[in-house]
């Protein structure tokens, strides 16, 4: 997580800020339901929320305490003291640090999960728009970074707008993984406090009961967090990749948008570079490593250890705000993405019409030409196109043997866009539903 | 993949025999569906069945074609069509390679899912058999490596339990994400073929039509798949690595089963080593470390390209095999895990009764002690147990200053054993209902 | 490691037959030592060499006897005994497995580095021959996927000489990080063995003795190993990925070879794919993604634990099977790679002369125009070239305001390409020396 | 790099300031080696060094100029020339921006290689302390978690200390690795700019100028620094995994140093936790995942793409400022480690003399028992021990049959620990050369 690649909205989330203030929410929740028990005084509940409720919670101070007592959550109590006065001392009443600090992660978490589908939703959205307006427009397709068949550029967006459909989904999953909230002591007996404390916060926190915890909530749905991250930010990568090479020079079929004014190069005009899908690719780097280490966060000693704490505290924050930075940098790209059309008729021109070559191969079959010389029909007239520039089309209507066997309609019919077209909308209807 | 990690009915259904019957059925139902369309020749589907159907295909045979056409699936057909005859001419028509491919991974994903489904409920049911057995079976718990309270070993197995079955959860979405047929041609577009033969195919095959495929199925839900294997090995890891600790020399709360007259070591008796749970460690290690190419796999060039398929033919088997063998393993570990009771008894006594000082403290403080007073008089009774190898709650006893607040019995009271276990049931039933 | 992807001498280093070798070597050594120091009998030593030297062990056999004693190197001892007789019982005296299967996998490794060594000699001696061949052969340069400058083919060449030398250096230092030995006995100790039996090993197998081990030679040792060779594969995934670029359709400058008659498709005459190097990218995320295991590999607990066991029985033979593979193959597309250099002309030419728009530029404010209006001269020319197709030469020499600043013989000079290419002659040499 | 993980010197070489202060001087220097050529005049070359050597570079005002521009090296240029005045137009000639951001990357890494190898220096100097402080501090060496036979804590750290002395030289192979200079302009031709400009200002940096660039240095070069802060990293873990294991409640053999007065717990006096062993497997995770992201950083497209930007700007610092805080920490930690030497004899001790029965077993054998018999015989007596608690050496003692083969002064012989230790010598010599 650095400047340059944070949004304030994301970053805001992992400030010491709102941790704590987060760690105060717990504590006043888990105070009520104590209180309701009558555990602690209903009173001093209701102050700890009438003094801390309002108050700023002081950053330095609270780094002060800790740097002197070297325990995070114990600083904080120490000043939320200052601040609530005598009545403080019926905070945190049989609970452990991780009670707090683990609910604390995964409250965050699920906030940034929903900012992350914000941002899956304006960028489903952009996609969708760009996919209808170009639904008709023909381009080639190409394995092998080869020409194939035709296609069209809404397809593609299509193609993308169902991965992140999916990318979304499994987005929601991860967040359902970490939605949990553990109050449950020392090593997870419930010991010091009543399960129903756990049920409380959880409910007032947005979250579920962990239903069985150790001193900690379990890695392994953190571990499936932050794996769903790297796949979506693969997918992000893909789709940024796909534009990386329609802006290549030689195909140039679409741009990331430059505006007015902007200058690629301070010395060559032509010099408009695919910037911010490159940037993607790399942020998509980091965001897929980030699994690994999550990963090998799960298998924590016992009942708990703190290793997993220095790698959470990097990449909670770095994984979700590059996300999310990238999330909302491919939309500004989907949104203005410049698209020449004119460019991706004049590339799928570019082999004189071989692309059809499949088509008349077989309908010389169909019409009893066999396969073989039928192959050999289709090669000769094939590397002409090939080899000299020649019209594939033209060729063939010169060709006395191909037009024994066909007639110029139905020569030229196979030559016809519509064939590759014919069922956009079928697929269209899939990915999109009725619109 | 290697032979000494493998189990049969895994790795067979990735051996060449299997892949080449799923070829086979993808296209003979591909031809029932072209000639319920009329595209082919009634008869030549029926044919085709009849032929191919009880035929076994000659896998070496096929090797030979291969090496001379360089193409593997146009290697199958061709030997296809010397076990078929004439009506062979009707197999494939409209389809392209990766139709056949794609469909037949993730055919074989599938089945893959469904034996490691299996496997996680026989590991599942291993875990709370012993759970139930060991539920009230005292043990201290541990976090940072360090005696913290007591808990139950039932309560850990119950913690593993609810692990597997969250990975369960994930490996039956990650099933459903590569439950995926496409029959859509070169780039995706059916232009050669209809969109009802997939879901023919799809249908036959148990898998559902991929709404939108380029020339290859998407492969962010490959992606996903594996990162849930991997998900799952670093639950294997974490309990693996309990165990490893419970075996210990020092701790010996738990122990792998040795057969009787299995040496651990031709010299010395006492050496009985963890090693199928420091086996199935490097087994999470290895399953871990495919999500990372699976992912990179996902950003393939347009329509496609074809390198995701070299890192296919590799974590395809070696990932699901490997897993496979280390659930399997797991459950025998589980299963007959030879637990010490009286070992955990002997460790939660080791430290003279100090567990039991957090519970003295707040007694001592609830009595009209100050906290500060309290907490010297807790520590130094613990010190004279830690230093000197006293026993905490004679120690206690003989305090007058203690005994000025507390009675005896309300001494001893804090002692109990039985506040730790009390909500045991309570987590019980949330891990595994009213059983 | 599949048969696919495998040649025959790298992967017969990891076969059985050549492990077993390797133990008996190791042994038979040591037995030569410890008869040196009068431990056990010379004749001993002798018969040793001369029963097990000639022998054929039987795989078979000695995996029938670890099914019974679960144990893989008393398999072997069993197996030798019954080769040599009596006298096999002062073979392993002293020593404990580890001394085995760690020396003996430094051996492996090290002749696996072999191999790789003399694969990246053939990888160099091609990429140096189509270097010099293509010294002066011009292409256009570009940052960004966008046409930036003009440079050679042959500097593409020597950039990835000048890489995979780097690579073969740190492979150089890869093989000296694994070739060592030792036979220090159950914890390192030497309690059980003299030193001197290790060095005696140590120079006959070709290594050296590793100064302190535990019961295994250190883990980071392999680490390096691992990461070096990820490494290696991301500079084939750099080279892959070039030709990939190089062969699209739109871009033709270079292709991988096709022999005569091989189809790239049955029905496009034009559909020749790079499948080699989309291959080679694929086995280049695999390499790579073997070096995590390995790296979590080094923490083995106390004196050592048996879980990198298991990661390297695969990572050992699928890295090294895998990269042979890979820069074999990859010598192969180089050795054979088609060099279009007038489709690298054509495309050079492709935006009429603008990548000599900086030179121009600079003509101009070296000629006296300020430089704000110098770049509204060299603009108004270069948009007239983007946007209307002209030729950029053409359009300045018409250009009043150009031409009141600069001769004709100065324009077209700045169109010189030789003002790219005049220190290729210096970069060659940097890269090959004096040729 | 987050603070908490951070140390100012280390961090100092990633902020703003330190890196237009570096691109200041390659900039300056530059201008030297083209003034020498007579490119642009001796003066300007004179004052960009008069004016901007002694400025402070405005860091708010170049990100404000950056907003606008939209490129970070304009945006300095442009604040530079606000302080040098008109000769600022002789700066950057015939220099691309990567020149600059290439040449400085490698500087500040080779600068944060300095400081690990400072660290480094540290840690081995504490390592060799310690190590010669408890050569002969005899302690239990264990396998798989087990007891296995006697060595020294003295070897253990001697281990460590030949571990990071690898660590060291890689290190030191690593920073030479990204010791280049590239000034080579737009595609690594020199078109612009004399090889001997680069030369210059690699002599300047401290650096040697990179054979041959495209526009960027090859990022094969990096992939490998961080591979190496990878294994690095892994070797720390390893350390930190020793000691947290030995500080387990009931091995206790060491123990970080706790600071009097310190709480590990408010409650338990007897919490005393290896969190910073901890928390160092916890980076050592992060610092190992960031090599990932640096392989895929090899396969720049062409002559360069940017999307290893975004990876370099945060695994720059992240890598190199959380190893150095983490090898600093680790030093720490072994200086001030405190070491249980009666802990450890008592571990020794536990199972009763068992640790020696190899070697009674081995004198039985020697003494003419047949090797069926004396296992028997050693094994009745040891399971004595195992299963009552007895002592080993009083139980041979008495049995008859084993006296009948071996005197008493033959038997106690046997557990003599001096066996184990007589190479210790040998060893530190080979670790520490003759101290």
């Not at 979304?168 to 993984?177: S, Y």
């Amino acid at each position: 997580m650095i400047p340059r690649y944070s949004r304030p909205e994301m970053a805001s989330i992992w400030s010491p800020e709102t941790k704590f203030r987060i760690w105060f929410e717990i504590e006043a929740h888990a105070a009520d339901a104590q209180a309701e028990l009558g555990v602690i005084p209903k009173d001093a509940a209701k102050i700890i929320w009438e003094k801390g409720g309002p108050a700023t919670f002081d950053v330095e101070r609270i780094d002060a305490i800790e740097r002197e007592v070297k325990h995070d959550v114990i600083a904080f109590l120490t000043h939320l003291a200052e601040i609530v006065g005598p009545e403080a001392r019926f905070v945190h009443q049989g609970m452990t640090s991780s009670d707090v600090l683990d609910t604390c992660f995964n409250v965050q978490l699920v906030r940034a999960a929903d900012l992350l589908l914000k941002d899956m939703d304006g960028l489903l959205e952009a996609l969708k728009r760009r996919a209808l307006e170009h639904k008709d427009t023909l381009t080639i397709g190409r394995s092998h970074g080869i020409h194939a068949e035709p296609t069209t550029f809404g397809l593609k967006l299509a193609q993308a707008y169902a991965e992140f459909a999916r990318c979304r989904a499994r987005l929601e999953a991860a967040r359902a993984e970490v939605a949990t909230c553990a109050i449950s002591g020392a090593v997870g007996t419930f010991a010091n406090i009543d399960p129903s404390v756990e049920e409380h916060v959880a409910e007032k926190m947005g979250l579920v009961a962990e239903p069985v915890s150790t001193q900690v909530i379990p890695r392994d749905r953190h571990a499936m967090f932050f794996a769903v991250l790297g796949v979506v930010a693969s997918s992000i990568e893909r789709l940024a990749t796909e534009i990386r090479h329609l802006q290549r020079t030689e195909v140039l079929e679409a741009e990331e948008y430059f505006s007015p004014g902007q200058k690629g190069s301070s010395a060559m005009p032509h010099k408009r570079n695919p910037v911010l899908t490159e940037n993607l690719t790399g942020l998509a780097r980091m965001v897929r490593a980030y699994a690994m280490p999550a990963m090998e966060n799960v298998a924590l000693w016992h009942e708990r250890d703190i290793s997993h704490s220095s790698v959470e505290r990097m990449i909670g924050p770095d994984a979700t705000v590059t996300l999310d930075f990238a999330l909302s940098r491919l939309t500004g790209v989907v949104d203005k993405l410049v698209v020449y059309p004119e460019n991706m008729q004049g590339n799928l021109d570019r082999l004189g019409g071989l692309v059809h070559s499949q088509r008349v191969l077989l309908a010389l079959t169909q019409a009893g030409v066999s396969r073989e010389d039928a192959y050999r029909l289709v090669q000769r007239n094939a590397m002409k196109v090939w080899e000299e520039g020649k019209d594939f089309l033209t060729e063939l209507k010169a060709d006395k043997d191909v037009t024994a066997a066909l007639t110029e309609a139905q020569i030229e019919e196979k030559f016809d866009m519509g064939y590759h077209t014919k069922h956009v909308d079928t697929i269209f209807r899939r990915v999109f539903g009725d619109t």
